[in-house]
Nanobody, 126 residues
């Protein structure tokens, strides 16, 4: 398993942008499919975006499609989430997750991931 650390969260106004990073330790990052999830107060954790191990395939929740972009740099063992046109409803703790994968598949269910970061808070003010 890889160890994951998120960064880049903060407070931003509606319409603003943030870029989250997820740094992974270990030499197996490129063998992991990755994902971003978020959890708002009083709500369950929800899928945001996913990317395959090679970065070719991506998938997004409908609520963020066209505003968020997931990417990864396997040489730097880092995954990113570029968030534009932020809305108050994007306010949540954002988590990155990883799971070993032998294919170009990606995963949208949190139950399929085995490694999680500690989360980073994103707050969007209205």
């Amino acid at each position: 398993q890889v160890q994951l650390v998120e960064s880049g969260g903060g407070l931003v106004q509606t319409g603003g942008s943030l870029r989250l990073s997820c740094a992974a330790s270990g030499r197996t990052f490129s063998s992991n499919a990755m994902g971003w999830f978020r959890q708002a107060p009083g709500k369950e954790r929800e899928f945001v975006a996913a990317i395959s191990r090679g970065g070719v395939n991506t998938n997004y929740a409908d609520s963020v499609k066209g505003r968020f972009t997931i990417s990864r740099d396997n040489a730097e063992n880092t995954m990113y989430l570029q968030m534009n046109s932020l809305k108050p409803e994007d306010t949540a703790v954002y988590y990155c997750a990883a799971r070993m994968s032998t294919s170009s598949a990606l995963y949208t269910s949190s139950t399929l991931y085995s490694s999680w970061g500690q989360g980073t808070q994103v707050t969007v003010s209205s």
